[in-house]
């Protein structure tokens, strides 16, 4: 079990509703809930990994702005997925279809949907099997396009919805394939501020 896991089987059952609970009482706390109900508890990120984040979800939050074909959500956002975990992806991009789908009483909450795409950026204290896991969760909940990015090892894992995992190391760009159509992300300043 990773370290920042933390398994409450023996004293209590961490259902949905009592992780939305302990959520709203630790605002500052960041927490997801495995599917099997262990507490995963993520420490804040560092100014170096924090500013990329903030770039890629600027970057994919101007792209659609500018198309209006979804909505675009940050870290903070808890997502609910379908086979039991709760998670908040480092970025996340929804249809539009999905959040008109949505009452406005689930826009509130956990969003009780998996991400049509999803970027998880490893901080240093991140593992990559950890990712890997994580991204594995999102594809089996149905996310159709995610990415797996490694600033240390200079390489990003491509996940598509059916296809085997592709890796590639430092690529300049990516792009938005069928998912994001018309997008394409700028990775150079992280390989730059990641040399020496």
């Known amino acids: ?9 023996p004293v209590l059952a961490l259902t949905r509703p009592d992780f939305y609970k302990l959520c709203q009482h630790n605002p500052d706390l960041k927490l997801e809930r495995t599917a099997n109900g262990e507490l995963i508890v993520m420490a804040p ?5 924090g500013t990329w984040n903030a770039d890629l979800t600027a970057q994919v939050a101007m792209w659609n702005r500018a198309t209006q074909l979804g909505k675009t959500f940050d870290s903070s956002t808890g997502f609910a997925l379908p086979l039991g975990s709760d998670r908040s992806p480092d970025v996340a991009w929804i249809s539009l ?7 406005p009483e689930q ?3 956990f969003l009780p949907l998996c991400p049509d795409f999803v970027i998880e950026l490893l ?3 991140d593992s990559w099997n950890a990712g890997t896991q994580k991204m594995t969760e999102y594809m089996d909940n149905g996310c159709r396009l995610g990415w797996l990015i490694d600033p240390q090892s200079q390489r990003v894992a491509i996940y598509r919805s059916g296809q085997t995992r592709e890796i590639l190391y430092r690529p300049q760009t990516l792009s938005g394939e069928d ?14 501020e990641t040399q020496g």
């Not at 990120?45 to 990994?49: C, F, I, N, R, Y």
């Open 1 to 9: 079990m990773p370290l920042n896991q933390l398994d409450l089987s």
């Open 45 to 49: 990120t560092g100014g170096e990994t």
């Open 97 to 103: 279809d999905k959040w008109q789908a949505l009452t």
């Open 107 to 109: 826009r509130k909450g």
């Open 123 to 125: 901080s240093p204290s």
């Open 179 to 192: 998912v994001l159509v018309g997008f394409c992300a700028d990775l150079g300043f992280i390989w730059q």
